[in-house]
DNA sequence: GGAAGCATACTTGTATACAAGTGTGCAAAG
DNA sequence: CTTTGCACACTTGTATACAAGTATGCTTCC
């Protein structure tokens, strides 16, 4: 029998250490990919490299400079709102598929979450990886893949600025609550319920995380 | 001073042509790709070949097998009933914007879409381009990049099956009335109707879509 | 006649060599 | 001292050569 996972291509690789990279700041909005140095530093030649960074430019994580070549991508304070702005309603059409679909597990799973997000929202990391994962569960809930197929490229854009959003305990604390609204939304299977809270959450923790960002970000 | 347009780069035309092709049901889903017949047939090599294979992959227009090797991306009626959803949810987002940012130039260009549309509501192929020229119109007041973006690309899956939806002279009626209602909220600067007409329409769409194409489409 | 094993041709993945264009820094002239 | 022109180093884009793995079809044995 052959074996049915073949290990991933150099070029998978390499996308995924530069998209870590980038996620990570470790190259920062701005910074220049020269192909000969990557090859070097993450040694593979140029064609897998320059395999990856195809990937990156269509994920809009890159952009390419008139002149040939590539930069890591820069967010603008709109775009940011934008992001946001999409998030939401690609989030309101999960949570109400999610409602529509809800089964006793994904309750119960659920539940877990929003409990662990209570015990760690002093926490900023903590709480704020526990108020993500209530979103993937909803999102898992939902079976819609496009819907998450989107949502995911959103997310991976704000990954780099999300530390900037729940700085506050206040707002974790009201993140929290918010939670626990469309958490009963879903369990009572009122879909445009859990729609509608569900997008103003998101719409709250825009607010938020662009008051906080605004002065940090020129426009870049 | 130098040319600002550089010249597309071999890659960049590949990516196009062999996108109109998949587009034009000329590269029919299922339809393996091998990098030697098409970099003869496009005539490159297999460097910018593979390179726009990279780029289509991230689209999602084409699939990877697991062995290594691409085929052409099959959409199933659960992903094309996804994409019309979210479509619904993308549109309603730019309505609501671009009510927000309407102007009177804006109001006009939508008029004379309108107008045009109502002309040409006899033959399939005319009305079928002036509806999508209307909504394309609204994107464009909206001003919402990355809404764009994410329409766009939702819009490019379905357009290998858009020839199927309005064939019917009583759906395009139907639609053009629809089209009416959604300028009238706009210019009206109703966001709310807005949105909620922009969504029902697409959704309405669907429905039409989907049985439309029910019978045709086993699964793959 | 059917099945198993093997050789072969073809596929993709990777590396490298080559060509064309771009920007930079230095030198020289005004 | 400034500015213009040029040469060089370096960049990306492309083609080709090579390696490894896969599927296919034939031969051979049961």
């Known amino acids: 029998m052959t074996d049915k996972l ?6 998978q690789v390499v ?5 870590r990279q ?29 395999e990856a960074l195809r990937l ?6 890159v952009d390419q400079l008139p002149t040939g070549g590539m930069v890591v991508r820069s967010l603008s304070a709109q775009e ?22 809800m089964t006793d597990e994904g309750a119960e799973a659920l539940t877990r979450l929003v409990a662990r997000n209570e015990r760690l929202v ?11 994962d209530f979103h993937l569960e909803i999102a898992e809930i939902a079976a819609h893949g496009w819907a998450a197929r989107l949502h995911q490229q959103v997310d991976g854009q704000m990954a780099r ?17 918010e939670h626990r609204g469309i958490l ?21 923790a825009r607010d938020t995380a662009l008051s906080a960002i605004g002065e940090r970000l020129p426009s870049a």
């Not at 940011?80 to 679909?101: F, Q, S, W």
């Open 6 to 11: 073949r290990r991933a291509s150099g070029g």
């Open 15 to 19: 996308y995924a250490e530069l998209k």
């Open 22 to 50: 980038i996620l990570s700041l470790e190259l920062p909005p701005g910074r220049r990919l020269f192909e000969p140095e990557l090859s070097q530093q993450l040694q593979v030649s140029r064609t897998p490299l320059r």
């Open 56 to 61: 990156l430019l269509a994920e809009d994580l």
């Open 80 to 101: 940011i709102d934008e992001l946001y702005t999409v998030r939401a309603a690609l989030e309101g059409l999960m949570a109400a598929e999610a409602a529509e679909r």
């Open 122 to 132: 002093e926490f900023a990391e903590d709480a704020m990886n526990a108020g993500h």
């Open 161 to 177: 600025y999300r530390a900037f959003t729940n700085q506050s305990q206040l707002r974790r604390t009201a993140a929290l609550e």
């Open 184 to 204: 009963d939304a879903l369990v009572t299977r009122d879909a445009a319920r859990a729609r509608q809270l569900a997008e103003e959450h998101v719409l709250t």
